[in-house]
């Protein structure tokens, strides 16, 4: 198990830990989305500095899909910006850690996010004024593949086409469910990358759970700015890493019992010995 591979199942434990301490949350697609985010904040692709979180010049990252709260607030209190053990607090009464991140609370958030379909347009707006006042600055965004059957994802990926926005990269989390089943049955995407192909995207397929390939390819397209915004299609599975929850719509929004966070974090502890990996 890489050093980055370590990373993210310490974040997947306490992901459990924190939803299952709150009695509410979102695990599912919290662990989907947990290794993507590991390589932007911890495989070194976005310019960050978490003692300076609004520092001009640094690299901008929106969760557009922000009931996946405990995976961002995982990594930023894995990154520095805020003690780890506040993670506890998450949903609790005068916890700065809500439901879902509120950018004047939490330090690394860069907007408040949870209406689903607005976080591209934001990160299409962001990237559109870096651009405007020659900042360098790269811009990411992580969707949900059912947030994308919002049209307002989809006139934001027009604007950005439009505009030559190649500092923007939109990531979807492509696990295949949403809260009422899967994407195919509620209402079928379809073919996400022939779509933001269609629109005039630059796109790129990837396996949403190999950490150091996503590093490539979003290193890549952070660096390529021939005039296209760019997408990543990252293949997941809903609950990665917690077998009773893999791949079940019925985890996106509840939390484990004490039995079930005791089997989750065995698992997880299984895993990491497994490949010689230790806390």
Request: net charge negative; glycine share 12%; hydrophobic share 40%.
């Amino acid at each position: 198990m890489t050093e980055l591979e370590r990373c993210a199942n310490e974040m997947r434990r306490d992901i459990v830990r924190m939803i299952a301490e709150a009695g509410s949350g979102h695990p599912g697609g919290s662990l989907s989305c947990i290794d993507i985010l590991c390589a932007l904040y911890m495989g070194g692709v976005l310019e960050h500095d978490p003692a300076e979180p609004r520092k001009a010049g640094r690299d901008w990252f929106f969760l557009a899909k922000g009931h996946a709260a405990p995976a961002l607030y995982a990594v930023l209190a894995h990154a520095g910006y805020f003690p780890r053990e506040e993670l506890t607090t998450l949903r609790k009464l005068g916890s700065r850690l809500q439901g879902h991140p509120d950018s004047s609370l939490v330090p690394g958030v860069e907007v408040s996010t949870g209406s689903l379909g607005q976080g591209l347009s934001i990160a299409a707006g962001c990237a559109a004024g870096l651009a405007l006042d020659g900042q360098a600055g790269a811009v990411f965004a992580l969707l949900g593949d059912g947030e994308c059957e919002e049209g307002q994802v989809w006139e934001a990926a027009m604007f950005a086409a439009h505009r030559g926005l190649d500092g923007l990269t939109a990531i979807v989390d492509r696990n295949n469910l949403q809260i009422d089943g899967r994407t195919s049955e509620v209402c079928d995407p379809g073919d996400l990358s022939a779509k933001f192909a269609a629109f005039g995207w630059d796109v790129r397929e990837a396996d949403g759970h190999d950490i150091a390939g996503m590093v490539d390819v979003l290193s890549a397209c952070k660096a390529d700015r021939s005039g296209r915004p760019h997408a990543v299609i990252a293949h997941t599975v809903k609950g990665k890493g917690v077998s009773f929850m893999e791949d079940q719509a019925g985890w996106h929004g509840k939390a484990p019992n004490a039995e079930e966070l005791e089997a989750a974090l065995a698992e997880l502890a299984g895993a990491c010995e497994k490949e010689a990996c230790r806390d």
